[in-house]
């Protein structure tokens, strides 16, 4: 099946200070990614999509310039939480969608990243 | 807009019994996409079904099937001989078939407990 890798999947920072996560779909090309966030015993809840060689797409009340995204490659996509503060602790998740033929457009996710901001 | 509904927060079900979780979705599009994923503590994300709405047989996946009814809008999960490592919280999930806007919308989940 679709494997998609999500690195760091805990991170510990200091108020203020940006964190970069990571996102990969290692056995196939994603043109598009998504990021998530999800409280605890929540659903998840989209934050934004991100598009291969073009800007994010944001959901509503979501900062774009706190939340920056980078889609560079058809592998990678990046959200970097700039300024964190305790308020942005969360699990983070990205998902992959499969595009190929046969894919069916199916999202494969990540194993989430775990924010704690002190 | 569509929306996705999970009328039982929690089930539980003994070991090797069968149980059956619910999903209704609201949507005018007739051409979509529904997904069951599975996240058990680990909080993985793991896709347990798909089913595409033009199809009309159900979809099944080993110990997984789907009772897709179409016209009724619900797309149900049902688990046979349920395992302990089913347990899990189960959401159910909607999207387009359009790539421009592919996203997945998602229920607030059936948290389902298999006791041994």
């Known amino acids: 099946g679709a494997v998609v890798s999500q690195h760091p999947s805990w991170v510990i920072c200091k108020s203020g200070t940006s964190v970069k996560i990571e996102c990969r779909s290692l056995?196939?090309?994603?043109?598009?990614m998504f990021w998530y966030r999800q409280f605890p015993k929540q659903s998840l809840m989209l934050m934004a999509t991100?598009?291969?060689?073009?800007?994010?797409?944001?959901e509503q009340g979501v900062e774009k310039d706190k939340f920056l995204i980078n889609h560079a490659s058809l592998t990678l996509s990046t959200l970097t939480v700039t300024s964190a503060h305790p308020e942005d602790s969360s699990f983070y998740i990205c998902?992959?969608?499969?595009?190929?033929?046969?894919?069916?457009?199916?999202?494969?996710f990540g194993p989430g990243t775990r924010l704690l901001v002190l | 807009a569509q929306t996705v509904t999970q009328s039982q927060p929690e089930m539980s079900v003994q070991e090797a019994e069968t149980v059956t979780l619910s999903c209704t979705y609201d949507?005018?599009?007739?051409?979509?996409?529904l997904f069951w994923y599975k996240q058990p503590p680990s909080r993985q994300m793991i896709l347990v079904i798909r089913?595409?709405?033009?199809?009309?047989q159900n979809a099944t996946e080993n110990r997984f099937s789907v009772n897709f009814q179409k016209a009724a809008k619900s797309f149900s999960l049902k688990i046979s001989d349920s395992q302990l490592g089913d347990t899990a919280m189960y959401f159910c999930?909607?999207?387009?078939?359009?790539?421009?806007?592919?996203?997945?919308?998602f229920g607030k989940g059936t948290k389902l407990s298999v006791k041994p």
């Open positions: 949507t005018s599009e007739s051409n979509y996409y």
């Open positions: 991100s598009n291969e060689g073009s800007k994010a797409t944001y």
């Open positions: 089913q595409e709405a033009y199809k009309q």
């Open positions: 999930a909607f999207m387009k078939h359009d790539r421009s806007q592919g996203n997945l919308i």
């Open positions: 056995d196939f090309q994603a043109t598009t």
């Open positions: 998902s992959a969608r499969d595009d190929t033929a046969g894919g069916g457009e199916t999202q494969y």
